[in-house]
């Protein structure tokens, strides 16, 4: 069993729409988890970190975890074409590593 | 503030040929360093990482290797380049902490011809 599970998409939401990412993971024991964003060609910039069970709001994004069902997704309200980029979720490890899932594509169309 | 530098940005080299891509970062003291690469289309696959200086722990087994020579400077190094190497290379820091998130630098986009 994979450690962090994405769809891989293409999700693709209409400019203006809410989009929603998710994210399963198998470490009942995580306590904290990142999601990134990661425009083609580029790097992973981090855009939310979130350490307890609810939500956490920043602007237009709203990260919400749940333990209990260890599922963690991320909201982006009023997509804008400039969102379209591939968003990872990532929790630690152990051991100061970090695991990656392998990321959804979201197109926010015009 | 915090910054990572990572270069060369891109690289085209030889099979066959030698590797050292360099990563330094600034800002802070005694942070987690980490080498991951991502093939075309693909997820992250961590390679190195290391908690200290001279220590390195490595995650896959392959031709590569990395050193820490300086509490901030991180290393990595090929002797021999194979075409399965080509990817995008990644050097990321953290600070010390197990629930602390990764930041990465730019990036180089390798290419093994």
């Known amino acids: 069993q994979k450690e962090v599970e994405q769809n891989s998409g293409p999700l693709s939401v209409p400019e203006g729409a809410i989009a929603s990412l998710n994210c399963t993971y198998s470490?009942?024991?995580?306590?904290?988890f990142f999601w990134y964003r990661q425009y083609s060609g580029k790097s992973p910039e981090l855009i939310m970190f979130?350490?307890?069970?609810g939500d956490k709001e920043d602007g237009r994004f709203t990260a919400q975890l749940n333990k209990a069902s260890q599922y963690v997704s991320l909201l982006i309200r009023d997509s804008q074409p400039s969102d379209s980029a591939t968003y990872l979720c990532?929790?630690?490890?152990?051991?100061?590593?970090?695991?990656f899932g392998t990321g959804t594509k979201l197109q926010v169309i015009p | 503030s915090q910054t990572i530098h990572q270069w060369p940005a891109t690289l085209v080299q030889p099979v066959g040929s030698p590797l050292s891509l360099e990563c330094t970062v600034e800002?802070?003291?005694?942070?987690?360093l980490y080498w991951y690469r991502q093939a075309a289309g693909r997820g992250l696959q961590l390679l190195f990482y290391?908690?200290?200086?001279?220590?390195i722990s490595s995650e896959v087994p392959q031709n590569l290797s990395a050193s820490r020579p300086q509490d901030r400077q991180f290393i990595l190094s090929s002797k021999k380049l194979l075409l399965s190497d080509s990817g995008f290379y990644l050097c990321?820091?953290?600070?010390?902490?197990?629930?602390?998130?990764?930041?990465f630098g730019n990036g180089t986009r390798l290419t093994v011809t």
């Open positions: 990321a820091w953290s600070r010390t902490g197990e629930a602390s998130p990764l930041h």
């Open positions: 470490d009942r024991g995580s306590q904290s």
């Open positions: 979130i350490y307890s069970n």
């Open positions: 990532a929790f630690p490890g152990g051991y100061q590593k970090v695991t």
């Open positions: 800002g802070t003291s005694n942070p987690n």
């Open positions: 290391s908690v200290g200086i001279g220590q």
